[in-house]
């Protein structure tokens, strides 16, 4: 047996919106092996729930639920996120690594700190994963892996689009649904951009009504909650039902350039420099988590025109908190409306659509008013 086969070990991540789909491909690209967690459900949440601290955010309930799911389907070792700052974050490895020993689970734990070395820290993790020491194979894998994301990104833009115009509702997302498996399955950038081609085609076979008209939404919030529609209830399909296209102010793209991709590398600018720059004067400062971006994000989207901004926070997150309670003082200046979403597991459904909807309707009286508004 070589050397790559004895390293070789059955690696395992959390679901978050559609990065399960590019860890996955990169790591059975270098010769790994994968166990995908199974989709995130409420069993899922009640495992983690149960071996949880009570006060802790729902994000980190579910990555826990998903890694002893992972681990029961037979995972080895387990992705961890780690992060430095004033973030809960930075303390979930620990904390999860030690709630499962406690569980009797023996297995590896490979902690993914970003922050600390950016692109050849990744580099560092999959060959430690796969076993796969040539650089080169490491280096294209990893560079695929990116576009993946970026190409995932304006896929779900197309779908936000196509989704709040159609005229059969579900069309859009089947053909997006559809689609995702051959961007999975593209193995070279040759392939990815057929896939991609492919994929953007099908999802235009979608009969919709061009003259409709569409309310715009930005979302933002704690990255993860944005991320995850298990997390966040579905949200971006509940608005397309609506008839409102919405779009992700936090997305993998834009943390991928922000704490991956060298400065040198990048072009225009990141979503964090952005940030430090709408959000004057209400906050100058990083204070932990997304807080930052959530304020320049209704700054920004204010700036813009768009129709409103819904921000979604895990109950108990501070950083979110503080964002929150700067909000009132925006509008008061003149930012647009605000929805501001706290979840749990503990959110019923019922409640949480009927708040979309009467959110819906303040958008499309405060847009009635401002056309009818005499010049």
Known sequence: MSNRENKKIKVSFPHMGSLHIVLSSLVKSLGGEVVMPPKTTKKTLSIGTKHSPEAIC????LLLGNYIEAVEKGAEAVLMISSPGICRLGEYSKSIKNAM???????????????????????????????????IDVGKAVLLSFNKIFILDNLENILSYYRAREFETGETERAFNKSLKWIDEAATGKELQEANNEAISEIKKTQIDENKEVLKVDITGEIF??????????????????????????????????????????????HLERAFRFAKPYLTRDIGGDAIESVSDVAYATSKGTDGIIHISPFTCMPEIMSQNIFPKMRLDGALPILALVLDEQTGRAGYVTRLEAFVDLMKRRKRQLIQKPV
């Open 101 to 135: 020993e406690d569980l009797g689970y023996k297995i590896k734990y490979i902690d993914v700190d970003l922050y600390k070395g950016k692109f050849f820290e990744l580099l560092h993790i999959m060959k430690a994963v796969t076993g796969n020491n040539n650089i």
């Open 225 to 270: 909650m944005v991320l995850d529609p298990f997390s966040n209830q579905h949200i971006e399909r509940e608005l397309g039902r609506l008839g409102v296209e919405s779009k992700r102010s936090m997305n993998l793209s834009g943390w991928l350039k922000t704490a991956i991709i060298p400065k040198i590398l990048r072009k225009g600018e990141t």
């Open 58 to 61: 729902l994000p980190y309930k």
